[in-house]
Nanobody, 120 residues
Framework: QVHLVESGGGLAQPGGSLKLSCSAS????????IGWYRQLPGKQRELVAG???????KYADSVKGRFTLSRDNAENMVHLQMNSLKPEDTAVYYC??????????????WGEGTLVTVSS
């Protein structure tokens, strides 16, 4: 199992920056997939950025060139640096992890979420 705790959400102006952090309760090097999703008001949760099998980060088209995903294996943390923020980035951001070794279909873990509001 893995417990995920997000931090770093808040209010930013358009064009501004925020950094989100996700702390995991166990070694992230052993987690098959870890990253960030977001849920915009009235919409389904969507992938923002993530690592799969310790590979290079993958990004949603909407955030490419603006967001940067990084990892700190020593601290078991994943960070999402968000630059050039837009009002449409306003959402609740969730840290997510997937472990395919648990059960027949694997296990998905979610943090409680952190609110990001982009507004002037």
């Amino acid at each position: 199992q893995v417990h995920l705790v997000e931090s770093g959400g808040g209010l930013a102006q358009p064009g501004g920056s925020l950094k989100l952090s996700c702390s995991a309760s166990r070694s992230i090097a052993t987690i098959y997939a870890i990253g960030w999703y977001r849920q915009l008001p009235g919409k389904q949760r969507e992938l923002v950025a993530g690592f799969i099998n310790n590979g290079s980060p993958k990004y949603a088209d909407s955030v490419k060139g603006r967001f940067t995903l990084s990892r700190d294996n020593a601290e078991n943390m994943v960070h999402l640096q968000m630059n050039s923020l837009k009002p449409e980035d306003t959402a609740v951001y969730y840290c997510n992890a997937f472990d395919p070794s648990i059960g027949p279909e694997g296990m998905i873990y979610w943090g409680e979420g952190t609110l990001v509001t982009v507004s002037s």
